[in-house]
């Protein structure tokens, strides 16, 4: 008697399954469109997201158009603090996306430097954690390993000797070579 009940009931339950899901009224769509909805196209091409850190009146993630300038990305935030050092930022730089904009507190204590083209190079020899964060392919755990490394062993003199740091390799050190100075 039991055996047959449960029989029953899984009988039952196999029917309810395949009514719902292969008897479907075909009249009643799963999704309906509503008249209010709007296509958005995305532009890759029509804005770019920076990271403004330091001593800014709102620091974050800021979306700008392209071609923007640090200035933008500074007028964005709210602007600098009383004291920010501006005097290592090239208010004029144009962003790319992914970038981050660092203001620091005294020039004295800036680990960027500018080269030629205008953008910013991380001395890899004295960033915190955050400013190498910034680099592509390093994270806050491959940041954390390169301050122990640096303390551990002393400055760094090229990029051959960032392979020394556990979880560096060739592929990584090519990402970071337009990024960094070792001075």
């Given at each position: 008697?039991?055996?047959?009940?449960?029989?029953?009931?899984?009988?039952?339950?196999?029917?309810?399954?395949?009514?719902?899901?292969?008897?479907?009224?075909?009249?009643?769509?799963?999704?309906?469109?509503?008249?209010?909805?709007?296509?958005?196209?995305?532009?890759?091409?029509?804005?770019?997201?920076?990271?403004?850190?330091?001593?800014?009146?709102?620091?974050?993630?800021?979306?700008?158009?392209?071609?923007?300038?640090?200035?933008?990305?500074?007028?964005?935030?709210?602007?600098?603090?009383?004291?920010?050092?501006?005097?290592?930022?090239?208010?004029?730089?144009?962003?790319?996306?992914?970038?981050?904009?660092?203001?620091?507190?005294?020039?004295s204590?800036?680990?960027?430097?500018?080269?030629?083209?205008?953008?910013?190079?991380?001395?890899?020899?004295?960033?915190?954690?955050?400013?190498?964060?910034?680099l592509?392919?390093?994270?806050?755990v491959?940041?954390?390993?390169?301050?122990d490394?640096?303390?551990?062993?002393?400055?760094?003199?090229?990029?051959?000797?960032?392979?020394?740091?556990?979880?560096?390799?060739?592929?990584?050190?090519?990402?970071?070579?337009?990024?960094?100075?070792?001075?």
């Open positions: 008697m039991l055996l047959a009940a449960a029989l029953l009931l899984m009988t039952f339950c196999a029917g309810a399954t395949w009514q719902n899901f292969y008897h479907r009224p075909s009249s009643k769509p799963l999704l309906q469109e509503s008249s209010q909805a709007k296509l958005i196209q995305w532009k890759p091409s029509a804005s770019i997201i920076v990271d403004v850190s330091g001593l800014v009146r709102h620091p974050g993630i800021v979306q700008l158009s392209r071609n923007s300038r640090v200035k933008d990305a500074i007028q964005k935030v709210g602007g600098v603090l009383p004291d920010a050092s501006v005097s290592t930022l090239n208010f004029a730089a144009t962003l790319s996306d992914g970038q981050q904009v660092h203001v620091d507190a005294t020039a204590k800036s680990t960027f430097t500018a080269n030629n083209t205008g953008n910013k190079k991380v001395n890899i020899n004295q960033a915190s954690t955050e400013e190498l964060e910034s592509p392919s390093i994270g806050p491959m940041a954390a390993r390169i301050v490394y640096r303390k551990d062993h002393g400055a760094f003199q090229s990029l051959d000797d960032l392979n020394a740091v556990k979880g560096i390799g060739e592929k990584t050190i090519e990402k970071l070579q337009p990024y960094i100075v070792f001075h």
